[in-house]
């Protein structure tokens, strides 16, 4: 991405703090995986929205004087010819400034005595205020040591009275996707939709769950991704389990099997599950449950279009489920007497879908920002999951026995443009003939098929 874009964000931040304000920034800590291994780094994605920088041990700082003038300062790992053999190449202090657009830049080490000095004369300060999720971001527990050395240094005067959290500025911002960002996720939706075309090709009776997950795998990492999440395989009555991510059963013929998996390119995720049967074929009771998910999907996703509200396309789908399952003989009474009850939930206990970007489950209020006890109008850039699906209990003796133990979701990712929406994962079938049709394709080319 242009350094420039990075710049834009910045600019846009600042331009909601008044003078003499300061905003400071980290992203997150190494996880530990084992031992003496870490997991592969991620850098926090608010903090790389806004710097584009994905070194560990990393923290950024806007300062805004009293007459309005920016400054933009990183803190960074300082060059280390010794470490960087072992662990690879890192920015520095002169990178950060070179290629980064920093202002100014420090080693990280130093920050514990600089922060109190650039906070001095400031009346606000914006960062992280008490959100559990970022208990694993860098310097989260700093802020306050380092008002006390600046109050200490200077007897009282000029630290700031006002402490802002970041994040809701961040969030707003972040829910709104650029014509770059949208160009990422498009290819992070289209490398997935061949992950799971691959997936419904090369399944087969016996295979493990884990087995299908590599071909997923394969597909996304050759085309320069990681998995944007933990990766779902479920066979069988595992897709009544939401997360279920062992992965480690065999696929069964007869079963149909749940896989809920999505790429992240270039730091954008995509998110889509498709649900098809292990032997090719859906019995008619699979095909009745999942057509009954797929016409919930479908009128959920006639729901997505600028000035909805955004749990609209929730309700649709509710309505249709519901009427599903009392077609089907699993819930019987009056359709609008049933949802008012939430006997749904039983067999749907989730919400239709959530907002997506830098992270798969992305930030963002589904609040009115003006109103907080209204729901927001959906608006051209957002970028939203349409995931429906019934979940039947195996031991669940109420339901008739041709559908015990059936999981099926279909999730799609949608974005909001200015007429309308645009489906970003449609390259994958989801009809039942879709479905079928590419896997007896498939099976016929494995068997030197005819012709």
Known sequence: MPKQTYADRRADFAAKMPPSSIAFLASNTEARRSNDTDFKYRPDSSFFYMTGFAEPKSAMVLEKDASGELSYQLFVRPKDHDKEIWDGKRAGIEGALKNFGADKAYSVDEIDQIMPDLLLGKQVLYCRLGDSNFRNTLFSGSVDPWLSDTLRKNRGDGVPATLIDINPILYEMRLIKSPFEIAQMQTAARISCEAHKCAMKYVKPGMLEYALEGELLYIMQRAGCQVAYNSIVAGGKNACILHYTENNEPLSDGDLVLIDAGAEYQYYAADITRTFPVSGRFSEAQRQVYEVVLDAQLAAIDQMCPGKLCRDYHRAAIKVLTQGL?????????????????????????????WLGMDVHDVGSYADPNIPEAERTLAAGMVLTVEPGLYIPPDDQSVPAQYRGIGVRIEDDVLITESGHQLLSGDVPKTVEGIEALMQSAQDKQNGGAG
Do not use: F, P
């Not at 819930?331 to 239709?352: C, F, P, Q, W």
């Open 326 to 354: 009392v077609e089907l003989g699993i819930l019987s009474g009056d359709v609008a007497e049933l949802i008012k009850d939430k006997a749904y939930l039983r067999y749907y206990m989730h919400g239709t879908g959530h």
